[in-house]
């Protein structure tokens, strides 16, 4: 019997994102772990993650056992209105397409919590399982990132679809193990898995293979690479220009990236006269390597905002794949996980110029090998655990696995 999946991700590759790289990795892990034994749906939508990057991608992706259905959404720019209208786009479209085919189980991965409540809507209808994976929890983050009177009205809209959407799911994953507490408290007696994200392999080949030499340092300015989105959760408007005009003879900031906030971190810095910080649009992440292995230093940043103390960024783990030193400014979870588990890092209070500069301070730069970390945390391994769970849901699955219980599932990373 062959096990029949839905793979919903509104990202998925060529597009840029750290959900996308998710969704495919889960794919490749479900493919091994079945063979010819598991169908795979993925509907996704057309590269449309970042406005600056664009990708040619087949609207209809056909492999053996894997179909790949790609939604031509409307173009945004990050901002609320284009991406609710996108996601309508989108949404309407999954509906349609998967109205008249019957699953053994549907896979949501969702940050913004609508693609979850898609795959529950479809879930339903199809009356079939339901893994949600997710990557951010919404409700609480549209409360600090509105203004106070709109943030509230926001989040009782959405804490009702959040409280169905998880009452449908036969079982959830979440990213970050920060996200328990909030998940734990509004769903007590529901258990979550914790399969976070991971270096993927592309940046453990690197890591593993001979060094190109060095490249000679200059006596003047340090290198330091920003890669990733430029929004109001990443909060570089708020740090960065004050910190290049403080650090002007000493670093040069290189930033790689697009995103909601990027016109409101050029406006503040030309206002501030900043000539240090030089900022590109995404690339590929072959190119991406190359930048990285140019650079002194990888800076990572989130805003200082509550709801970001619970995140467990993806780009740490790329940045901790390398060999370089990691200036971040992280605080919560992902500032615990990184001093715990990350050698040769400096970190600092989110938004605190200060504290950032005597962070750098505290850097050595200098290459430091982490390959314990890249093997604990190969998206491959983890992909393949997390696969193993997924399958635990379908009861073609099980019916051809009756040796298999819930209590035999392996550890979370």
């Not at 199809?126 to 409700?139: A, K, Q």
């Not at 328990?180 to 258990?191: A, D, I, N, S, V």
């Not at 715990?340 to 850097?363: G, H, M, S, Y």
Request: aromatic share 8%.
């Amino acid at each position: 019997m062959t096990t029949r999946i839905l793979l919903l991700s509104f990202y998925y590759p060529p597009d840029l994102s750290a959900g996308s790289f998710r969704a495919e990795a889960l794919v490749n892990a479900l493919r091994a772990e079945l063979g010819d034994l598991i169908e795979i749906e993925v509907v996704t939508t057309q590269p449309n993650r970042y406005h600056s990057f664009t990708a040619n991608a087949v609207s209809i992706e056909r492999l053996p056992l894997l179909t790949i259905r790609r939604i031509d959404v409307p173009a945004h720019r990050s901002g609320i209105r284009d991406q609710a209208q996108s996601f309508a786009s989108f949404a309407i479209n999954a509906l349609k397409i998967t109205r008249h085919k019957k699953y053994d189980l549907v896979f949501a991965t969702s940050s913004r919590l609508m693609t979850a409540f898609l795959g529950a809507m479809i879930a339903k209808r199809n009356g079939c399982g339901l893994y949600l994976d997710i990557r951010d929890i919404f409700v609480d983050t549209l409360r600090e990132l509105l203004p106070s009177r709109w943030g509230k009205l926001a989040a009782s809209i959405f804490s009702p679809i959040e409280r169905w959407t998880v009452k449908q799911a036969t079982r959830i994953n979440l990213i970050s193990p920060g996200f328990l507490p909030y998940f734990t408290t509004r769903y007590p007696g529901r258990k979550f898995t914790l399969y976070t994200n991971g270096v993927d392999d592309l940046f453990i080949e690197h890591s593993q293979a001979s060094q190109l030499p060095s490249p000679e340092k200059s006596p003047q300015r340090l290198q330091v690479v920003y890669a990733g989105n430029i929004g109001t959760g990443q909060g570089l408007h708020q740090i960065l220009p004050e910190l290049a005009i403080r650090l002007t003879d000493k670093v040069e900031f290189h930033l790689i990236g697009a995103g909601g906030a990027l016109e409101t971190l050029k406006k503040a810095l030309e206002h501030a006269e900043v000539e240090n910080v030089r900022i590109s649009p995404p690339m590929k992440r072959d190119q991406l390597l190359r930048v990285y292995h140019q650079a002194d230093v990888l800076f990572l940043h989130l805003n200082n905002l509550k709801a970001f103390r619970r995140v467990l960024p993806s780009k740490l783990f790329e940045y901790a794949a390398t060999d370089k030193p990691i200036w971040g400014g992280l605080s919560g979870y992902a500032g615990r996980f990184a001093q715990k588990r990350i050698t040769n890092v400096a970190l600092f209070p989110p938004c605190d110029v200060e504290a950032a500069i005597q962070a750098l301070q505290r850097l050595e730069i200098k290459k430091t090998s982490r390959l314990d970390f890249v093997q604990q945390f190969s998206r491959r391994s983890i992909k393949k655990k997390m696969a193993q769970d997924v399958l635990q849901i379908s009861p073609k699955y099980l019916s051809r696995s009756s040796c298999t219980n819930l209590s035999t599932l392996p550890e979370n990373d």
